[in-house]
């Protein structure tokens, strides 16, 4: 079993930063790709970031390239999304995710309740 809780989410205005963070149990969370995906109500799950076991393979939307940072640190069993330069279409539920990696949800097996983040205008 993977438990994934994610938190670190609020309210922020634009052009400011938020850091997410993503727990996991396990000591198996080494083995799985970690995702973070995102939601805006009336929208399509969105693919945010992805990082591998090893932290040098990464993939990002276009949306958040350049501005989201995501990163691992394997002995807390913890991912983590730096958001930068955040603007209000960034607003949305951000799910942490676990499974085999990509940028499609069903590649994922194991999902997190989500945290939210309110960017102002």
């Given at each position: 079993?993977?438990?994934?809780?994610?938190?670190?989410?609020?309210?922020v205005?634009?052009?400011?930063s938020?850091?997410?963070?993503?727990?996991?149990?396990?000591?198996t969370?080494i083995?799985?790709?970690m995702?973070?995906?995102?939601?805006?109500?009336?929208?399509?799950?969105?693919?945010?970031?992805?990082?591998?076991?090893?932290?040098?393979?990464t993939?990002?939307?276009?949306?958040v390239?350049?501005?989201?940072?995501i990163s691992?640190?394997n002995?807390?069993?913890t991912?983590?999304?730096?958001?930068?330069?955040?603007?209000?279409?960034d607003?949305?539920?951000?799910y942490?995710?676990?499974?085999?990696g990509?940028?499609?949800?069903?590649?994922?097996?194991?999902?997190?309740?989500?945290?939210?983040?309110?960017?102002?205008?």
């Amino acid at each position: 079993q993977v438990q994934l809780v994610e938190s670190g989410g609020g309210l922020v205005q634009a052009g400011g930063s938020l850091r997410l963070s993503c727990a996991a149990s396990g000591r198996t969370f080494i083995w799985f790709f970690m995702g973070w995906f995102r939601q805006a109500p009336g929208k399509e799950r969105e693919f945010v970031a992805t990082i591998s076991w090893n932290p040098g393979e990464t993939a990002y939307g276009d949306s958040v390239k350049d501005r989201f940072t995501i990163s691992r640190d394997n002995a807390k069993n913890t991912v983590y999304l730096q958001m930068n330069n955040l603007k209000p279409e960034d607003t949305a539920v951000y799910y942490c995710a676990a499974g085999s990696g990509g940028k499609v949800s069903k590649s994922y097996d194991y999902w997190g309740q989500g945290t939210q983040v309110i960017v102002s205008a």
